[in-house]
């Protein structure tokens, strides 16, 4: 299994505002993945996180919107920038090891 | 295209009866591993099954039995004798590739009913 660790687990922010949500992993991977969970609706890919060079985003998202590091094989964050309304949404890391796709606890983001 | 359909959006079924829930896949790929999670009130995501596409077989894991056919391209699961503490959201998922990206399905969210 692999340990994931995310922060923060909650937060409430005001709009306008961004957010950086960091990821933990337990042990060296070479891709990272970040994705939004959405109230009721299912998990969507944003982007994978490689070490050394820079994320490839899924369609519908952008860099600008939301900036990912990678600066080793255990660590990644995710910023949410410019927050709306639109943006509350569950945040999750994930990692595959052997076969099992493994996420964090996610991050739960509720914008004002 | 990588596609992953659960045409049913929600079950309510009363405690101890089977329910199956359906998973449709698309890819061009003769390779892939296709995933049920379960995601309970809590939250948190649970792994419960993974299969690639070159075994066919059947599997049962206790009240747990999931159902993968290459000919339809589905991979339904089903729950004998359901219990109230199966009620979640389960999605079924897609990759081409192992330790890869997964393309969920919208999820079934499944109540059991006491």
């Known amino acids: 299994s692999a340990v994931i660790s995310q922060k923060p687990s909650r937060d409430i922010c005001q709009r306008g505002t961004s957010l950086t949500i960091q990821c933990q992993v337990d042990s060296q991977v070479t891709m990272m993945f970040w994705y939004r969970q959405q109230p009721g609706q299912s998990l969507t890919l944003i982007a994978t996180?490689?070490?050394?060079?820079?994320?490839?985003?899924e369609s519908g998202f952008v860099i600008d919107k939301f900036p990912i590091s990678r600066p080793n094989l255990t660590f990644s964050t995710l910023t949410v920038s410019n927050m709306s309304p639109e943006d509350s949404s569950i945040y999750l890391c994930?990692?595959?090891?052997?076969?099992?796709?493994?996420f964090g606890e996610g991050s739960r983001l509720t914008v004002l | 295209a990588q596609k992953v359909t659960q045409a049913q959006t929600e079950i309510s079924v009363v405690e101890k009866e089977d329910v199956t829930l359906d998973c449709v896949y698309e890819?061009?790929?003769?390779?892939?591993?296709l995933f049920w999670y379960k995601q309970p009130p809590s939250g948190e995501l649970v792994f419960l099954i993974r299969?690639?596409?070159?075994?066919?077989q059947n599997e049962i894991s206790g009240r747990y039995s999931w159902n993968f056919q290459k000919s339809t391209s589905s991979f339904n699961f089903t729950i004998t004798a359901s219990q109230v503490v199966d009620s979640a959201v389960y999605f079924c998922a897609l990759t081409m590739n192992r330790d890869d990206k997964i393309i969920f399905g919208k999820g079934t969210r499944l109540h059991i009913l006491p």
């Open positions: 890819t061009r790929d003769t390779t892939y591993y």
């Open positions: 996180a490689n070490q050394g060079s820079e994320a490839t985003y």
């Open positions: 994930s990692v595959g090891r052997a076969g099992e796709l493994f």
């Open positions: 299969r690639n596409s070159f075994d066919e």
